[in-house]
T-cell receptor
């Protein structure tokens, strides 16, 4: 299957700082990328959907000014947590779907996730 | 109300046992995924189903569209199968969005 990478895999930061997480599709063009958040013992919750070259669509309750998403190219999307606070500590996961070879529209490929800890 | 329900929530098995995890959903779907999440957090997509049955190694996934139900089976379970297994469905009336189950935490004891 296709490969999606995330960087960094974990990050610890001080309260009030901003953190950028990168999501890359390594061997296909990701026309759509998704950002999820997962709190301990809970399932994934969709934060936003981004299509290359357009503004992200945020889920209800997700602050777009706090979680800045940029999908500037077909292989890269970034999530920036601005002015992070301890309650933002979570596991952030991206996934991507797109078109390349045998990849179907319905297929989503998940990144390995980024664990954010805000002190 | 959760559109996707998984059972059991937690499962402990002895190495070698046959394991079944169930997923029921309440919406019309275009696809169903079974995902595996290891303790470190990374997620691997095991199967994508829209009908019938798929097999990969010791893993088998089935889906019954009429009954809105899917099962994931693991034959000859091994401690390395210990992980959280998540059922995710793509509703047929939305774009790329998924509804996720809360996961089944599997522990296989040697």
């Amino acid at each position: 299957g296709a490969v999606v990478s995330q960087h960094p895999s974990w990050v610890i930061c001080k309260s009030g700082t901003s953190v950028k997480i990168e999501c890359r599709s390594l061997d296909f063009q990701a026309t759509t990328m998704f950002w999820y958040r997962q709190f301990p013992k809970q399932s994934l919750m969709l934060m936003a959907t981004s299509n290359e070259g357009s503004k992200a669509t945020y889920e209800q309750g997700v602050e777009k000014d706090k979680f800045l998403i940029n999908h500037a190219s077909l292989t890269l999307s970034t999530l920036t947590v601005t002015s992070a606070h301890p309650e933002d500590s979570s596991f952030y996961i991206c996934s991507a779907s797109g078109i390349a070879g045998v990849l179907s529209y319905n297929e989503q490929f998940f990144g390995p996730g980024t664990r954010l800890t805000v002190l | 109300k959760n559109e996707v329900e998984q059972s059991p929530q937690n499962l402990t098995a002895q190495e070698g046992e046959f394991i079944t995890i169930n997923c029921s959903y309440s919406v019309g779907i275009s696809a169903l995924h079974w995902l595996q999440q290891h303790p470190g957090g990374g997620i691997v997509s095991l199967f994508m189903l829209s009908s019938g049955k798929k097999k990969h190694g010791r893993l088998i996934a089935t889906i019954n569209i009429q009954e809105k139900h899917s099962s994931l089976h693991i034959t000859a379970s091994h401690p390395r199968d210990s992980a959280v297994y998540i059922c995710a469905v793509r509703p047929s009336n939305t774009g790329n969005q998924f509804y996720f189950g809360t996961g089944t935490s599997l522990t296989v004891i040697p």
